[in-house]
């Protein structure tokens, strides 16, 4: 008769998705996952399988949460443009403390896995179109109340805007720090508004 588990599976993705975003897939070993989530490992390969598994249970916790807050918060809003421009200066340094030094996790896993890995390059994927067509909406409902341009299609601003932030994940991420550089990408994303 098998143990019932005696941890928080839900815990234990969020410790995963913390351990894989830091370290990423390959430089991770099961050694680290093993210490990272504080499980021993009968236990992370009868709850989760090998270390693949786990991370792509972590991906898809980390993007079915992701397009929840952005969902969220661009469906709750009705200052569509102040919205925007309060998620992009997001990006910009505010001290040595608070300074974001982590890309997204998805961008991470894109750039890491996806050219030679298909069922993690199809959610990378299937999280770019899902956050084009939240972002898109926003737009489209921005543009229906007078708060941003007609001047071009909400679809093609959706998908500008969501490769403009991946591009300041990527770019703080690998340590661009001058925040003039920052404000300049996002002055230039803004204006497009």
Known sequence: MARPKEFDTEEALEKAIDLFWAKGFNACSMQDVVEGLGLSRSSIYETFGDKRQLFLASLKKYQQEGVEVMRHKLGATTDIQQTFKD??????????????????????????????????????????????????????????????SRNLDAIALGRFIFSTLSGLYVSTASGTTDRTKLEDIIKVALSVL
């Not at 982590?102 to 994927?125: R, T, W, Y």
């Open 87 to 148: 998620m992009f200066y997001a990006f910009l340094p505010t001290g040595l403390n608070g300074y974001l030094k982590k890309s997204c996790f998805m961008v991470n896993a894109g750039i890491e896995l996806a050219p030679h890995d298909p069922e993690i390059a199809a959610l990378v994927q299937a999280n770019t179109m899902e956050m084009e067509e939240i972002l898109s909406a926003a737009i489209q409902k921005g543009q229906d109340a007078g708060q941003i």
